[in-house]
């Protein structure tokens, strides 16, 4: 069985400080995918990024950058200087790779609020 | 363009009734997939087909039924509704063939509402 677990339901920030977002899976499997998506008050779920379970490469784009653990399981979400746009609901979500079934395994989420 | 579009975006029913809900994919994807938000956000996958074969059945009332008439197309067509149905429902697509994507794409999403 999968398992995905975001441990901060809520984090509130100021402007301009920088927050971590944690996820931590659970998994039989040797190969498989994990995602973080957003979504914003509007509701529409944004995906982010992939990171498969053989690439450790932590990555950087703009103000995001991820963090991938093998060893603890973790694939955690940095945002630097955030900004009151990124005031989201971020998702962390598995996937098993190879075969037919590709459904995610979401957490339940943490809700960031940006304030300014 | 929209990649992934869902109709109606809102839908408001009675108990007892049916109603079914539209998923469209532009992009060429093999693979859509049927997932539920809960009031706690919580989403869940409900069902996923593979050029229009069923690949995922989760644990899901038989009131619900999906139908794939081709793989751009996968409709969820929900019989006899009951107030714990009330959510909003996400169409995805992804490719999962030849060169896969796997990412999976988001519609909207449709908030269901039963009174």
């Known amino acids: 069985a999968q398992k995905v677990t975001q441990a901060q339901t809520e984090i509130s920030v100021v402007e301009k400080e920088d927050v971590t977002l944690d996820c931590v899976y659970e998994?039989?499997?040797?190969?498989?995918?994990l995602f973080w998506y957003k979504q914003p008050p509007s509701g529409e779920l944004v995906f982010l990024i992939r990171r498969n379970s053989f690439d450790e490469q932590n990555e950087i784009s703009g103000r995001y950058s991820w963090n991938f653990q093998k060893s603890t399981s973790s694939f955690n979400f940095t945002i630097t200087a955030s900004q009151v746009v990124d005031s989201a609901v971020y998702f962390c979500a598995l996937s098993p790779s190879g075969g037919s079934n590709y459904k995610l395994t979401f957490g339940k989420g943490t809700l960031l609020t940006v304030n300014p | 363009d929209t990649a992934v579009s869902q109709t109606p975006k809102y839908l408001v029913t009675q108990m007892g009734n049916d109603k079914s809900i539209k998923c469209e994919q532009n992009?060429?994807?093999?693979?859509m997939y049927w997932y539920k938000q809960d009031s706690k956000k919580f989403l869940k996958i409900m069902f996923s087909?593979?050029?229009?074969?069923?690949?995922i059945n989760e644990t899901v009332p038989n009131r619900f039924s999906p139908k794939s008439p081709d793989k751009a197309h996968l409709n969820l067509h929900i019989n006899s509704l009951e107030l714990g149905d009330s959510a909003v429902y996400f169409c995805?697509?992804?490719?999962?063939?030849?060169?896969?994507?796997?990412?999976?794409?988001f519609g909207p999403g449709t908030r269901l509402t039963v009174t």
């Open positions: 992009l060429g994807h093999d693979t």
């Open positions: 995805a697509s992804s490719q999962t063939l030849g060169t896969p994507i796997y990412e999976q794409y």
């Open positions: 998994t039989r499997d040797t190969t498989y995918y």
């Open positions: 087909y593979n050029n229009k074969e069923l690949i």
